[in-house]
């Protein structure tokens, strides 16, 4: 079964992405910031990553390099507020596998989910 590690600074947005994910998806932790998230990653050895970007002490995009540099196949997704025209490096969104702009909607989340488990080409 696919195993997924769901990090975002907000407690909410956790509990919100648990919910969602884990009647198909089974979760293997969770992480409230960046240096945790890291550490949960290299514990757990999640399938797929759901990744807030703005987040304490490390925020998503260097989590997100961090994890791709030790294991280039893991599946991450970004969910946050951040729109992909704003503030975010292209060569970063190139880095995940998805991208989700906050509110992430069920059937949003759920597509993205299931369209990088079945390719290997970013969402």
Known sequence: MVN??????????????KNILSRRY????????????VKKFEELD???????????EKDGLEVLSDIKDKDPSKKV????????????????????????????KKKQLLDALEDVLENDKPY
């Not at 997924?4 to 992405?17: A, C, F, G, P, Y």
């Open 46 to 56: 999640p399938d797929v990553i759901t990744l807030d970007i703005m987040m304490p």
């Open 77 to 104: 997704i970004l969910i946050t507020v951040v729109s992909p025209d704003e503030d975010v490096p292209q060569e970063m969104i190139d880095k995940a596998d998805a991208y989700i702009v906050k509110p992430a």
């Open 26 to 37: 089974e979760i293997a932790g969770e992480a409230e910031n960046g240096e945790e998230a």
């Open 4 to 17: 997924i590690l769901v990090v975002d600074d907000e407690d909410r947005m956790r509990k919100l992405i």
